[in-house]
């Protein structure tokens, strides 16, 4: 009975914030686990069509000499037939050898079609000088830092070919692990780790069921597919926005009213997190892109009427409203010691928080094993960082603060691809701390000289 009193005099409020662990995220969870596996179950055989269709694939590239050869070779190693492929490498302005990698390419895999275009300046640009170059059927644009899975594309043209009424699709995102394994210093290796299994999580599992309900809200701009005649339709990337992926996305479902999906079976591998400052500078751009296409689409769709029916509108409370308690628990703690509350009655509330999203990480890990099934290396590894459910809530609470250092900056300054790493930002803050004491000092000198 002391307990219980305990807990609703002393820990009243922290249980209070403990509800929204459980009412945005427990409960969904275990509600989309279930949902998961029913899919799973009912998965639809796809069958192949009798001729493959032609397939372009974009590969935007800007200084990518040390990844793009490997990244050919991944397009060339495809089980997908190589006569129906057209590669183009649009290069927008590098300055290295980008144009040596791609010319070592052309000798190794002389069966492989690949044109090397140049352009303007800018992600966006190279996208649409290739996309107005393509001849397929269907356009995939990849990263030029990436690897495609041998299945990728083939299983990608099996989703289109097999549902005419999917216009466009974006596929799964998982860190090499060979490179995760091999990543040194203990501290970068558990943040690799814990991205790994966010990246898994996210697209295997979070993606999967976005799609299902129609409210897949960004395509990856590292692996994205369309059918050409929808992309046609639409005003080919924004070159306005550093979150042109998540325009595009917007574009095709809200303004063309079209089928936006996933396919989970189609993998592309990326490297590794290079460390804290990346991450930093990563989130903060994901963040800004983000803001700014849902400021554009909400002016359209999010009307008084049906205002909370609105995914647009959950998205926002979920993302952002959200990220506010978690800066309130850090603050509030210091403010409660204060008014009198025990540190270790406020330490035992930190912990029923952590507790309940190590158990989120918990339902969402069973989910992604459920989806590896058709790459068992790739379970095998994901199953090893069964651990990382207990860092997943320290990983995921840094993240969020990184967002809402992106909002606030995504308020304060202009946008750019660029975004200051880490250690720039944490430069610029003493700057202007130092600027801040040198202040305080010139006005204390002259407050003694007016004495």
């Known amino acids: 009975m002391y307990w219980i ?93 980008s144009f040596g990698a791609y010319a070592k390419a052309q000798n190794t895999f002389p069966e492989l079609i690949l044109r090397y275009v140049n352009t303007d300046k800018g992600k966006a640009r190279a996208l649409n000088t290739a996309i107005y170059q ?69 697209f295997l599992s979070g993606r999967t069921m976005e799609a299902a309900r129609d409210q897949l809200f960004t395509m990856s701009g590292a692996f994205s597919a369309f059918r050409r005649e929808v992309l046609m339709e639409t005003f080919l990337y924004d070159i306005d926005t550093i979150g042109e992926d998540t325009d595009m996305t917007f574009q095709i479902r ?32 994901w963040q800004r892109g983000e803001l700014e296409v849902t400021e554009n689409y909400m002016k359209r769709s999010a009307e008084l009427k049906g205002f909370f029916k609105n995914f647009l509108v959950r998205r926002m409370i979920i993302d952002h409203t959200f990220t506010f308690p978690r800066m309130i628990w850090t603050f509030a703690s210091f403010a409660l010691i204060a008014f009198g509350y025990s540190p270790l009655v406020i ?29 068992p290396d790739e379970q095998r590894f994901y199953k090893h960082l069964w651990w990382v459910t ?16 992106g909002i606030i900056n995504a308020m304060t300054t202009k946008a750019s691809w660029r975004m200051r790493g880490f250690g720039e930002e944490g430069s610029r803050v003493m700057a202007v701390l130092r600027d801040d004491v040198e202040t305080i000092r010139e006005q204390r000198r002259k407050d003694r000289r007016g004495k």
Not at 260 to 280: K, M, T
Request: glycine share 4%; proline share 4%; net charge neutral.
């Open 5 to 97: 009193n305990l807990a609703l005099t002393k820990m009243g409020f922290w249980i209070t914030w403990a509800l929204i662990p459980i009412v945005v995220e427990i409960i969904p969870a275990l509600i989309s686990t279930f949902k998961l596996m029913r899919m799973r179950r009912h998965q639809k055989k796809l069958t192949p069509p009798g001729k493959w269709p032609w397939v372009t694939i974009i590969v935007p590239v800007y200084n990518s000499e040390e990844t793009l050869f490997e990244c050919i070779q991944s397009i060339n190693d495809q089980t997908y037939p190589k006569s129906a492929m057209q590669v183009i490498l649009a290069d927008n302005q590098s300055t290295d050898g």
């Open 134 to 202: 393509s001849i397929g059927i269907y356009v995939i644009n990849i990263d030029s830092d990436g690897l495609l899975e041998a299945n990728a594309v083939k299983n990608m043209v099996l989703q289109f070919e097999n549902d005419s009424s999917i216009a466009a699709m974006t596929g799964a995102i998982l860190p090499q692990r060979e490179l995760v394994k091999g990543v040194k210093g203990w501290g970068h290796r558990i943040l690799a780790k814990n991205e790994y299994y966010e990246y898994a999580q996210a």
């Open 254 to 285: 809200t303004r063309l009213g079209k089928k936006v999906v996933i396919c989970a079976d189609a993998i592309f591998y990326v490297e590794p997190i290079s460390g804290l400052s990346e991450l930093y500078a990563q989130r903060q751009r």
């Open 347 to 375: 330490l035992l509330s930190y912990l029923v928080i952590y507790v309940l999203y190590v158990f989120v990480a918990v339902i969402n890990f069973v989910s992604v094993i459920l989806l590896m099934h058709e790459y």
């Open 390 to 405: 207990m860092t997943l809530p320290i990983y995921m609470f840094i993240c969020s603060w990184i967002r809402l250092i």
